[in-house]
């Protein structure tokens, strides 16, 4: 199995796509970085930004917290979906999967192979994006604490050193980064479902962002809260509010709940699917 996984994450490591990738998770995060540099020195401006990003300046550690609340809504969901959904999709639009299942391993063990494959590159995507905003943080804004000031009628303000705000970090990217769980378990699915990667990756990312829309309509209610989207920024209240919320708890138990019933989807019909590519 480790030599299985060996081979799969050297493929998928090694392809143009995913050096592009890299590249942009590392290119976007410092430009973002520049560009908050560049709205702070504007002193004619009457504003700072908006949430983290109107905090960001203050030091670099809070850097990688803004960049993650606006990268986690479409481009780390975008990117998460490809992976997760060219998994398989990839091998039989070229025509490679049946020479895959020749070797003495089982399609259950090849596909969870696969999907572990993807789940590794999907949480080393976005820990590059960290990383990139934080050595751009830091270059730029140095490592300080950070005071959030109170808001009238809601919470006073607050203080976090800076040992609290790259604890909050890691936290929030590693949350991040699980809340990707349930994308890869449909991605999974969808990549068995059909033979051409960009329908696996369309109805995948599609998914999410169906998700998403739905979730902002409040007449919805309570099933809202089952959305795989609905909990995903959960953490930013550990940075605006001073609190680890509740809702990061409830989302962990929604990504596993849609890991389960999906992954047992994906492997129940890999094993069963008559392989023609």
């Known amino acids: 199995m480790i030599a299985l996984i060996r081979t799969e994450f ?16 590392v290119g976007l995060p410092t430009l973002i970085v520049v560009a908050i540099n560049a709205r702070g020195d504007r002193p004619d401006r009457g504003d700072r930004g908006e949430g983290l990003f109107r905090l960001a300046k203050q030091s670099g550690l809070l850097v990688p917290a803004a960049v993650l609340s606006v990268t986690s809504g479409f481009l780390l969901i975008v990117i998460a979906g490809t992976l997760a ?18 070797r003495p391993v089982s399609r259950g063990r090849l596909l969870v192979a696969k999907a572990f494959v993807a789940g590794a590159l999907i949480w080393a995507a976005t820990i590059l994006v960290t990383i990139a905003a934080l050595i751009a943080g830091i270059i730029l804004f140095g490592v300080h604490g950070a005071t959030v000031p109170g808001v ?10 800076s040992g609290a705000l ?4 890691v936290i929030a990217t590693a949350y991040v980064a ?9 991605g ?25 829309i739905l979730d902002s309509i409040s007449q919805l209610g309570v099933a809202r809260y089952a959305f795989p989207t609905h909990y995903l920024s959960a953490w930013e209240t550990m940075f605006t509010q001073n609190t680890y919320s509740q809702d990061m708890v409830a989302g962990i138990v929604v990504q596993l709940v849609y890991a389960v019933v999906f992954g047992i ?13």
């Open 178 to 186: 699980f809340g990707f769980t349930a994308l890869l378990a449909i």
């Open 85 to 102: 959904a060219d998994s398989v999709a990839s091998d039989s639009s070229w025509g490679n999967l049946r020479y895959l299942l020749m």
């Open 10 to 25: 050297t493929k998928a490591a090694t392809r143009t796509r995913t050096l592009i990738i890299a590249l942009l998770l």
């Open 166 to 169: 790259l604890l909050r970090v």
């Open 265 to 277: 989807a994906a492997v129940t019909y890999f094993q069963r699917k008559d392989i023609r590519s």
């Open 188 to 212: 999974t699915l969808f990549s068995t479902l059909t033979d051409t990667a960009a329908s696996a990756i369309g109805a995948t990312v599609g998914v999410y962002i169906v998700s998403e």
């Open 152 to 161: 009238a009628g809601i919470a006073g303000g607050f203080h976090l050193s």
